[in-house]
């Protein structure tokens, strides 16, 4: 399974765009991750991409990922990403084991906090996002009144990295693909960043 398919697959199930650049970020979050580890960066990044494809088909707790996971496997997914997937959820029930399926959980949920910090910044750019400005959306606890910390802040325990020392290395791993997600905002584009 390559990139290519992978996106493929999310392009079939997926037509909410935000959904899909939450993936996107969960995905650059995850190579970044898989590089750190010294593990395989595509399968990693391609755990992050799939994570969610069956949310529209599937989209409450009961289904989804369980229902997609045959869906993955008759396109070919291999079974170490089907397994992570499966157990990406504080409601799965497939133990997380591998140092993969921690990363995708801690992973997850850390993004979409990230980008609604982001969005509700002068500049609305990823570029300029410092831990601090999510430490203070962190404590109040109107500001993205759905997003579970207590389950963020698990997640990054289990995955065995510092709250905050892991929130640094997702804005870092979502920088790049900024324009993507469509949180350059005003900034514009470090020449020191790479490109995915």
């Excluded at 997914?77 to 990406?88: D, Y």
């Excluded at 799965?92 to 850390?110: G, N, Q, V």
């Excluded at 289990?158 to 949180?183: C, K, S, Y």
Aim: aromatic share 6%; hydrophobic share 40%.
């Amino acid at each position: 399974m390559d990139r290519t398919e992978a996106y493929n697959i999310v392009t079939t199930y997926v037509k909410n765009t935000s959904l899909i650049k939450h993936m996107l970020a969960v995905e650059s979050a995850m190579r970044y991750y898989a590089t750190l580890n010294d593990e395989d960066v595509d399968t990693w990044g391609i755990t992050g991409l799939l994570h969610d494809f069956d949310w529209e088909i599937h989209p409450t707790a009961e289904q989804h990922p369980r229902d997609g996971a045959p869906i993955l496997r008759e396109r070919g997914v291999p079974e170490t990403i089907v397994r992570a997937i499966l157990s990406h959820g504080s409601h799965s029930e497939i133990e997380r084991e591998t140092t993969m399926e921690k990363a995708l959980f801690a992973c997850d949920e850390i993004t979409g906090m990230i980008i609604a910090v982001a969005l509700v910044r002068p500049s609305k750019s990823l570029y300029d996002l410092e831990i601090a400005s999510v430490k203070k959306k962190w404590k109040d606890k109107a500001f993205a009144a759905g997003a579970n910390r207590e389950e963020m802040a698990t997640a990054a325990s289990e995955f065995g990295i510092d709250l905050w020392a892991h929130v640094a290395n997702v804005i870092t791993a979502m920088r790049p693909i900024a324009p993507q997600l469509e949180l350059e905002g005003s900034i514009p584009r470090p020449q020191n960043l790479e490109t995915p």
